[in-house]
């Protein structure tokens, strides 16, 4: 088993720039999820899904968008890149959101 | 509101000495769920435990060690003669059964001196 892959492990984009961070797993879990983890602050939630086809906002949607058209993909896409937008980016998955989540390794984004 | 704090922003001890590392919840839910996980310097985030509020019993596991206390709202963590490799940032978090979100404490980087 993988468990959850990220890919890319670092990229930096201009602002303006669009991007798509890629995240898979493998374990058959319902529940994934995208965090943004800044410098001093715990994480936060950007969006999660319970589901195929079913997704939600976090703490902090603003400027990302995501899909969920199978059970192991989330990816979540940058529209316009800015700079308040560098950070370390985590997607996680879990059986249910009840239940502990299972992270990938992190994207490093810097926005220029 | 519900919320995780984590007062301790910082700990550093030298190796072999205990630590515990602070967590105190907030919930209006009487059924939740609390969590630690590890972040290592090379930044992978681990999970280390999962409690339920109806489980109030401490959980031992090695050198680790948790005291949930509901009576004072707090999820604590001790490491028992503590080593180098401890050394990282741990995180509480919380979450609910009416919820979808985990909230997340701010961390505590624990610092293991040789």
């Known amino acids: 088993n993988a468990g959850v892959t990220q890919t890319p492990k670092f990229q930096v984009l201009k602002t303006g720039q669009s991007m798509t961070l890629q995240c898979a797993q493998d374990m058959n879990h319902e529940y994934m999820s995208w965090y943004r983890q800044d410098p001093g602050m715990g994480l936060r939630l950007i969006h999660y899904s319970v589901g195929a086809g079913i997704t939600d906002q976090g703490e902090v949607p603003n400027g990302y968008n995501v899909s969920r058209s199978t059970t192991e993909d989330f990816p979540l896409r940058l529209l316009s890149a800015a700079p308040s937008q560098t950070s370390v980016y985590f997607c996680?998955?879990?059986?249910?959101?009840?239940?502990?989540?299972?992270f990938g390794p992190g994207t490093r984004l810097t926005v220029t | 509101a519900q919320k995780v704090t984590q007062a301790q922003t910082e700990i550093s001890v030298v190796e072999k000495e205990d630590v515990t590392l602070d967590c105190v919840y907030e919930t209006r839910d009487t059924t939740y769920y609390l969590f630690w996980y590890k972040q290592p310097p090379s930044g992978e985030l681990v999970f280390l435990i999962r409690?339920?509020?109806?489980d109030e019993q401490n959980e031992i596991s090695g050198r680790y060690s948790w005291n949930f206390q509901k009576s004072t709202s707090s999820f604590n963590f001790t490491i028992t003669a503590s080593q180098v490799v401890d050394s990282a940032v741990y995180f509480c978090a919380l979450s609910w059964d009416s919820n979808y979100q985990l909230i997340w404490g701010a961390g505590t980087k624990l610092i293991i001196k040789p």
């Open positions: 996680a998955s879990s059986y249910s959101r009840l239940y502990e989540e299972y």
């Open positions: 409690r339920n509020s109806f």
